[in-house]
């Protein structure tokens, strides 16, 4: 905790009281406010209407791009721990419940959809996104075609639009 209290120039007695007591609380703290702000939590909001529900999902999705760009080690992370029962998978599962939530009501919302059918369809969004976001940073490490970023995540927001937009079975 002296570290830390040192290089953030907080005080110690400020770290104890507001973050926690020990290391782990600290890490905690840490590894939470990390998943929030990667995830977007505090951005999140309730959206009423389609068209900016759909520009939200996409303008954030080329934000987490920009994100792992400059953090690739934080997809590998997402994937390797997701399910793990450790501090860090607890805490991915629980940010991404908070997102689900949140794209649940604003689903809900916007297409007018029971909240069981909302919520399916809002869990794919995350998942399908996750997963673009993987298969976007193993093509760009592989691919030789310089134009391919592009057409991939159009056919990326395509796939979302239909999910949402075309009433899929959940």
């Known amino acids: 905790i002296s570290q830390i209290s040192k290089e953030s120039k907080i005080s110690r007695g400020w770290i104890y009281k507001y973050i926690g007591k020990n290391v782990e609380e600290v890490l905690k703290f840490s590894l939470e406010e990390y998943a ?12 009423n209407n389609e ?4 520009l939200y999902i996409e303008n954030y999705t080329l934000e987490m791009i920009k994100k792992i760009e400059d953090k690739p080690s934080i997809l590998k992370l997402y994937f390797t721990e997701h399910d793990s029962e450790n501090m860090i998978g607890k805490i ?11 794209l649940t009501s604003s689903i809900s919302k916007s297409f007018n ?6 919520r399916l369809k809002a869990q794919k969004v995350i998942f399908m996104r ?3 976001l993987m298969l976007y940073f193993s ?28 009433n899929l079975s959940p």
């Not at 068209?51 to 759909?54: I, Q, T, V």
Request: glycine share 4%.
């Open 139 to 166: 093509k760009k490490k592989f691919s030789k075609d310089l134009n391919w970023q592009e057409r991939f995540l159009e056919d990326q927001f395509s796939d979302l639009r239909l999910l949402i937009f075309n």
């Open 113 to 118: 959809l029971d909240l069981k059918t909302s």
């Open 51 to 54: 068209k900016d529900l759909l």
């Open 92 to 102: 991915i599962r629980d940010v991404e419940n908070q997102s689900v939530d949140i």
């Open 130 to 132: 996750m997963g673009a």
């Open 36 to 47: 929030k702000d990667f995830s977007n939590i505090s951005g999140l909001k309730i959206y």
